[in-house]
C-alpha cells in the first residue's frame, strides 16, 4: 500500500519560500504541499504559485497562497502534518511564536537548511549575506564585482528573488543589463534598488527571478510585455560571459547556491542582532569573511560588541572593517533648510533601523530641522507607519507596486519642505514627480585598515586557479 503523502505548508514572503518548493518540495512524491502563506511584504498574498511552476505533473492546479493570519485555519482545514518556516529577518522570539501557533494547531515546524536547498553551479560561486536588512549587502556586492572586473573577470550576479508581479511565470527568470530592462521588466521601487545600481555602471548583468535552477542554468519564462513563453540562458550561460557568479543575497538570508566563498555582513548600529535573528545568525556562523560596515557611524563599544559576538560564533572568519561613504550631489540644498528624508523601505520597516544615509548626510550638511511626514501620508504609506510605528520622522521609499508608488508621490507632494533628500540607491524622481528640490545621497563600501575585500579576492582567485580575460581599465 503506497504510503500517505504528507500535507505541507510553506510560511513566507514569495522568496525562500518559493525557493524551498522548487529545490525540494517540487517533484517530492512523499509530499503534499497544500498552501503557502504569504507575511512582511503586501499584496503578495491571495494569488496562486501556477502549474508550471509547481509542476504539473503533482500540482496540476498550481498552489494558492494565503495571508499567515489564516495558518492556524489552514493546518486544521487541509489536515496539515509539516510547516515549513521560509522568510528572514525575524527575532527567535518570532520565529518561535510561528513555531508554538504551528504546533498547538497540531503539526510540526520545520526550518529547512543549506543541504536541501542549495543548488550547485559550475562556475565558481561568491556568496554575499548579511545578519540583518540594511548591513550593506549590495555595497559591498558592488566593491567586490568591482575588484573582479577591474582584474579581468566577467561577474553575473545573482539577487535574492523579489517577484511582486501578480503572474509569476513573468519573473522565472529575469535579466537586467541596463536601465531599460527594469521598465521591460516592470519593476517595482523595491526591485529597482536593488537592481539599478549593477546596471548603470555597466561592469556586470544581474538575473533574478523565481527559479534559481532556471536562472543559474537557463529555462523557460514568460516575456513580461507580449506574455509569450521564451527561453532564456541563464547566469552561467550569459550572453556577455561568466567566469563568477555573484550571489547577492536578500534581507539577512543564507545563499541559494553552494557557495565557495561565503562573505557576512555586520551592522554596529544594531549590535547584538547577528545572534538573535533568523536566519543572519546562520550567515555570521557560515561566513569565511565578516565585513563589520558603518565603523564610522557606530561606537567603539558596539563595534566591540559585534566584533566579540562574531569572534564567539565564528572564530576562523576574517573580519574586515569597513564604513559607508556618502556622497551628496547637492549638499547646498541641505544647509538650514527643512528636509523630508526618504530612505530605503525595507531598511526602515522590517529592517527595524532608525537612520539610514540620507539622515547621515542631512546632519552632516546642517539640514535645520526633519520634516516628519507622518501627517501627510496617504493611502498604503499610512497603512505602513501604522504596522511600522517605530520608523518615525523618515519617510520608507515603499514601493511595491503602481498603488503604493503613486501614494509615495502624493506623501512627498503632501509634505512642507524646502527639499527632499533621496537616500535610497536609485534615481527615484525617474519613476514618480517630486515637486521639492531633490537632494541625491549615494554610499559606497570603504575597507578600514586590513586585510581588505581586495587580499581575500586575490586568494580566492589563486586557490581556483581562474584566468581573466582582459584587464578593464
Not at 3 to 12: F, H, S
Not at 241 to 256: A, E, M
Not at 379 to 396: A, D, M, Q, S
Not at 437 to 445: A, F, I, N, R, S
Request: glycine share 8%; net charge neutral; charged share 25%.
Amino acid at each position: 500500500m503506497p504510503q500517505k503523502r504528507r500535507n505541507v505548508i510553506i510560511i513566507g514572503a514569495a522568496g525562500r519560500d518559493f525557493h524551498n518548493f522548487n529545490t525540494f518540495f517540487r517533484h517530492n512524491k512523499n509530499y503534499n504541499v497544500v498552501a503557502f502563506t504569504a507575511e512582511q511584504i503586501p499584496g503578495i498574498d491571495d494569488r496562486f504559485y501556477p502549474k508550471e511552476l509547481a509542476g504539473e505533473d503533482l500540482y496540476p492546479n498550481g498552489i494558492k497562497i494565503y495571508p499567515e493570519a489564516k495558518l492556524t485555519e489552514l493546518i486544521k482545514e487541509f489536515d496539515v502534518d509539516e510547516c515549513v518556516f521560509a522568510y528572514s529577518d525575524k527575532p527567535y522570539a518570532y520565529v518561535m511564536k510561528i513555531s508554538a501557533i504551528v504546533n498547538a494547531a497540531g503539526a510540526n515546524f520545520w526550518l529547512m537548511g543549506p543541504k536541501d536547498t542549495m543548488v550547485k553551479s559550475k562556475k565558481p560561486v561568491i556568496a554575499v549575506g548579511a545578519t540583518r536588512t540594511g548591513c550593506g549587502k549590495s555595497q559591498t556586492s558592488r566593491k567586490i564585482i568591482e575588484y573582479l572586473v577591474g582584474m579581468g573577470f566577467r561577474v553575473v550576479a545573482v539577487r535574492h528573488p523579489m517577484p511582486y508581479d501578480p503572474d509569476l511565470n513573468k519573473q522565472i527568470v529575469q535579466r537586467f543589463a541596463c536601465v531599460d530592462d527594469l521598465k521591460y521588466q516592470n519593476c517595482t521601487i523595491e526591485e529597482m534598488e536593488e537592481y539599478e545600481p549593477h546596471v548603470v555602471t555597466k561592469r556586470n548583468v544581474i538575473y533574478a527571478g523565481v527559479d534559481y535552477e532556471a536562472i543559474l542554468k537557463g529555462g523557460m519564462t514568460k516575456d513580461p510585455q507580449t506574455g509569450n513563453w521564451v527561453e532564456m540562458a541563464g547566469a552561467e550561460k550569459d550572453p556577455d560571459g561568466c567566469d563568477i557568479v555573484l550571489w547577492d543575497g536578500g534581507n539577512n538570508d543564507f545563499p541559494f547556491y553552494v557557495p565557495d566563498l561565503t562573505i557576512g555582513v555586520a551592522d554596529p548600529l544594531r549590535p547584538g542582532a547577528e545572534v538573535s535573528y533568523y536566519p543572519g545568525e546562520v550567515v555570521a556562523r557560515m561566513a569565511d569573511v565578516i565585513v563589520i560596515n558603518k565603523i564610522d557611524s557606530a561606537s567603539l563599544e558596539n563595534i566591540n560588541i559585534v566584533r566579540n559576538n562574531l569572534r564567539e560564533i565564528n572564530p576562523n572568519a576574517i573580519q574586515i572593517d569597513a564604513a559607508s561613504i556618502l556622497t551628496v550631489d547637492k549638499p547646498e540644498l541641505l544647509k538650514g533648510k527643512r528636509v523630508l528624508v526618504v530612505e530605503d523601505g525595507p531598511t526602515l520597516t522590517h529592517g527595524e533601523m532608525k537612520i539610514g544615509a540620507g539622515t547621515v548626510a542631512a546632519q552632516k550638511y546642517g539640514a535645520a530641522e526633519l520634516i516628519d511626514p507622518r501627517p501627510y501620508t496617504v493611502g498604503e504609506l499610512t497603512t505602513t507607519f501604522e504596522r511600522y510605528p517605530n520608523i518615525g520622522t523618515l519617510l520608507p521609499a515603499m514601493g511595491y507596486g503602481a498603488k503604493q508608488m503613486k501614494d509615495l508621490e502624493k506623501t512627498i507632494a503632501n509634505t512642507p519642505c524646502d527639499a527632499v533628500v533621496i537616500g535610497t540607491p536609485i534615481d527615484l524622481p525617474r519613476f514618480i514627480k517630486i515637486k521639492q528640490p531633490v537632494v541625491k545621497v549615494g554610499y559606497e563600501l570603504q575597507e578600514i585598515g586590513t586585510p581588505t575585500l581586495k587580499d581575500v579576492l586575490d586568494d580566492f582567485i589563486k586557490a581556483h586557479n581562474l584566468k581573466p580575460r582582459r584587464r578593464r581599465k
